[in-house]
């Protein structure tokens, strides 16, 4: 599209939706105005003119003045149907629904190809932070080897207020609503499914490998005992939300969303309140990294026009990296990675999935707890990652190959 006016049909007009609203407002050079906004409720005050609302989907799809639609509600589902139709009617879309592109991007992509019609998503994955069209530009996939990160605002947010301001897990979460970096069910937050819905999008565009969300094993900060608490304080380290996708050394892709323990002086153990740090390491750019705001109107809204801005000089995703690498597959029975895990009696069989125990305590009054290394696979399919009072986090260390790691430790001992 490289039409020089946009004339928008927007749906959604909650934090994001408004926040556009005002940054377009105050973007004058962007030749971009809202022609119609889709709504849900019938009786919500708003801060425009009734006759700028709708309540049905197709007064926007269809309108002829209406080039862009740009799609900012909280119902995945609703937006998928919103998407297709747009693309469908060659109309180009923004969007910033990871849950949505996350649950049906093989359908997306083809559809942007066989329609010819741009899909932009960069507020869909860390918000402010350019990151989508950084790993689909800048980056050549031979030399990208990882990318690993903070890439949910909320939980950074809670387990900031939690860490710095001592405040409860239920008032840091309420703060978070409150300040409109919580998706509408916070569940998608604090359960790591948000994270988890940005890797696939992130996977996608670093290493052209496309995943269905319940691929990627995902962890969130829920369930973080008052044990693993304790651990990580006692020994100075940083809770943190982490999502990570690693080149093997066999060419298989290691990723996964895990809470994480972070030496004090690491890059993201620094990332305060609802921003979001992405680390990527390659070749011969070495190791770089990015930080900006992950959530909220402004930041958000941010991403958005600059996804306008790219449509007015013709820009589309091309998924490059996608027809380089059709072999390439995740690989979590060649990753291993080391952990901390506290549980209750009743669960001390959880032993015998690991490769290597190096830390056991037991307390009839704390709970118990060991640190090994375990397999990404066999932690994934465990019946104990989800059962009551059993807590899982990362020590600090890549997710890495199993036979790298086991050939590293025969040659130690030959040596
Ligand atoms: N908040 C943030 O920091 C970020 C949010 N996002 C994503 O942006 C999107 C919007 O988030 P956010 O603005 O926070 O959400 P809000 O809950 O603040 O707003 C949601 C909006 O969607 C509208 N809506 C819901 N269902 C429908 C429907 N069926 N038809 C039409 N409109 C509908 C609501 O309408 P009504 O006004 O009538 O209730 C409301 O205006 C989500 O996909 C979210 O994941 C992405 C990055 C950051
Ligand atoms: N709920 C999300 C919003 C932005 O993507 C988050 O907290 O990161």
Same mark, same amino acid.
């Given at each position: 599209?490289?039409? #020089?006016?946009?004339?928008?049909?927007?749906f959604?007009?909650?934090?994001?939706?408004?926040?556009? /609203?005002?940054? !377009?407002?105050? #973007?004058?050079?962007?030749r971009?105005?809202?022609?119609?906004?889709?709504?849900?409720?019938?009786?919500?005050?708003?801060?425009?003119?009734?006759?700028?609302?709708?309540?049905?989907?197709?007064?926007?799809?269809?309108?002829?003045?209406?080039?862009?639609?740009?799609?900012?509600i909280?119902d995945?589902?609703?937006?998928?149907?919103?998407?297709?139709?747009?693309?469908?009617?060659?109309?180009?879309?923004v969007?910033?629904?990871?849950?949505?592109? &996350? *649950?049906?991007?093989?359908? !997306?992509?083809?559809?942007?190809?066989?329609? +010819? #019609?741009?899909?932009?998503?960069?507020?869909?994955?860390?918000?402010?932070l350019?990151?989508i069209?950084?790993? *689909?530009?800048?980056?050549?996939?031979?030399?990208?080897?990882?990318?690993?990160g903070?890439?949910?605002?909320?939980?950074?947010?809670?387990?900031?207020?939690?860490?710095?301001?001592?405040?409860?897990?239920?008032?840091?979460?309420?703060?978070?609503?409150a300040?409109?970096?919580?998706?509408?069910?916070?569940?998608?937050?604090?359960q790591?499914?948000?994270?988890?819905?940005?890797?696939?999008?992130?996977?996608?565009?670093?290493?052209?490998?496309?995943?269905?969300?319940? $691929?990627?094993?995902?962890?969130g900060?829920d369930?973080?005992?008052?044990?693993?608490?304790?651990?990580?304080?006692?020994?100075?380290?940083? !809770?943190?939300?982490?999502?990570?996708?690693?080149?093997?050394?066999?060419? +298989?892709?290691?990723?996964?969303?895990?809470?994480?323990?972070?030496?004090?002086?690491?890059?993201?153990?620094?990332?305060?309140? $609802?921003?979001?740090?992405?680390? #990527?390491?390659?070749?011969?750019?070495?190791?770089?990294?990015?930080?900006?705001?992950?959530?909220?109107?402004?930041?958000?809204?941010?991403?958005?026009?600059?996804?306008?801005?790219?449509?007015?000089?013709?820009?589309?995703? $091309?998924?490059?990296?996608? /027809?380089?690498?059709?072999?390439? &597959?995740?690989?979590?029975?060649a990753?291993?990675?080391?952990?901390?895990?506290?549980?209750?009696? +009743?669960?001390?069989?959880?032993?015998?999935?690991?490769?290597?125990?190096?830390?056991?305590?037991?307390?009839?009054?704390?709970?118990?707890?060991?640190?090994?290394?375990? +397999?990404? &696979?066999?932690?994934?399919?465990?019946?104990?990652?989800?059962?009551?009072?059993?807590?899982?986090?990362? !020590?600090?260390?890549?997710?890495?190959?199993?036979?790298?790691?086991?050939?590293?430790?025969?040659?130690?001992?030959?040596?």
């Amino acid at each position: 599209m490289t039409r #020089t006016t946009i004339s928008i049909g927007l749906f959604g007009f909650g934090c994001v939706g408004q926040g556009l /609203h005002e940054v !377009l407002e105050r #973007t004058p050079g962007l030749r971009a105005r809202i022609a119609r906004i889709g709504v849900k409720n019938r009786t919500k005050a708003r801060a425009l003119p009734a006759e700028y609302f709708s309540f049905d989907r197709d007064d926007l799809l269809y309108d002829p003045a209406v080039n862009v639609i740009v799609e900012l509600i909280d119902d995945a589902d609703e937006a998928y149907q919103i998407v297709k139709t747009a693309l469908h009617l060659g109309k180009a879309v923004v969007t910033a629904n990871k849950k949505m592109l &996350a *649950e049906h991007l093989p359908e !997306l992509i083809a559809l942007q190809r066989s329609t +010819g #019609t741009p899909l932009l998503y960069e507020a869909a994955a860390c918000a402010s932070l350019p990151v989508i069209r950084n790993l *689909e530009e800048y980056y050549d996939t031979d030399l990208l080897d990882s990318v690993e990160g903070i890439i949910n605002g909320s939980t950074n947010y809670i387990l900031t207020a939690m860490h710095r301001d001592a405040l409860p897990f239920a008032e840091a979460l309420a703060r978070a609503q409150a300040l409109g970096f919580a998706e509408s069910n916070p569940a998608l937050d604090v359960q790591g499914l948000d994270a988890r819905n940005k890797l696939v999008l992130l996977l996608a565009h670093a290493f052209g490998l496309v995943v269905g969300p319940e $691929e990627l094993l995902t962890v969130g900060i829920d369930n973080i005992s008052p044990l693993a608490a304790a651990y990580a304080r006692e020994r100075g380290l940083t !809770l943190k939300l982490l999502a990570e996708a690693r080149r093997l050394p066999d060419g +298989g892709i290691a990723a996964a969303v895990l809470p994480a323990l972070l030496a004090p002086e690491h890059e993201l153990a620094r990332v305060q309140d $609802e921003y979001n740090g992405l680390i #990527t390491q390659s070749g011969f750019a070495d190791r770089q990294f990015f930080l900006g705001r992950g959530a909220g109107a402004f930041p958000t809204a941010s991403a958005v026009l600059s996804d306008l801005s790219a449509l007015t000089y013709g820009y589309r995703y $091309e998924y490059k990296k996608l /027809h380089q690498n059709q072999a390439l &597959a995740l690989r979590p029975e060649a990753t291993e990675l080391d952990v901390l895990v506290t549980y209750t009696n +009743g669960q001390s069989s959880l032993i015998e999935d690991f490769t290597q125990v190096h830390e056991q305590f037991h307390s009839r009054m704390q709970g118990h707890y060991l640190t090994g290394t375990i +397999g990404l &696979a066999q932690l994934a399919g465990a019946v104990w990652l989800r059962a009551p009072g059993v807590s899982v986090v990362r !020590l600090p260390g890549a997710l890495r190959e199993v036979l790298a790691a086991a050939s590293e430790l025969t040659e130690l001992t030959t040596r």
